[in-house]
Nanobody
Framework: QVQLVESGGGLVQAGGSLRLSCRAS????????FGWFRQAPGKEREFVAG????????YYADSVAGRFTISRDNAKSTVFLQTNSLKPDDTAVYYC???????????????????WGQGTQVTVSS
């Protein structure tokens, strides 16, 4: 059974940073792309960042490019999202999602992912 568990969320002041982690178990971590999504109250879930299973390419939403960094540690079956220069608009529940095995591309839509974590709350105060 595949499980994704996010951690690292919390309350932070504008301009601060948080490092989110997603620990995966029960699947072929090294052969899967991962993505981070977020959902703010009253808004649709949106793509934030993604990383190919090879780890050689990363992708970001325009709203976070230059501020967020996605990375992975295959030995620890963990994907990270380093969030810097946080803004109040970044406040949301952040979800980790695992793509399909051996898929080369990184999807930006929810339907491209088959497993999801429960999410971790990020709140940025002004």
């Amino acid at each position: 059974q595949v499980q994704l568990v996010e951690s690292g969320g919390g309350l932070v002041q504008a301009g601060g940073s948080l490092r989110l982690s997603c620990r995966a178990s029960g699947g072929s971590f090294s052969l899967c792309a991962f993505g981070w999504f977020r959902q703010a109250p009253g808004k649709e879930r949106e793509f934030v960042a993604g990383i190919r299973w090879s780890g050689s390419r990363t992708y970001y939403a325009d709203s976070v490019a230059g501020r967020f960094t996605i990375s992975r540690d295959n030995a620890k079956s963990t994907v990270f999202l380093q969030t810097n220069s946080l803004k109040p608009d970044d406040t949301a529940v952040y979800y980790c999602a695992r793509g399909r095995v051996a898929v080369n591309t990184v999807g930006r839509q929810e339907y491209e992912y088959e497993y999801w974590g429960q999410g971790t709350q990020v709140t940025v105060s002004s």
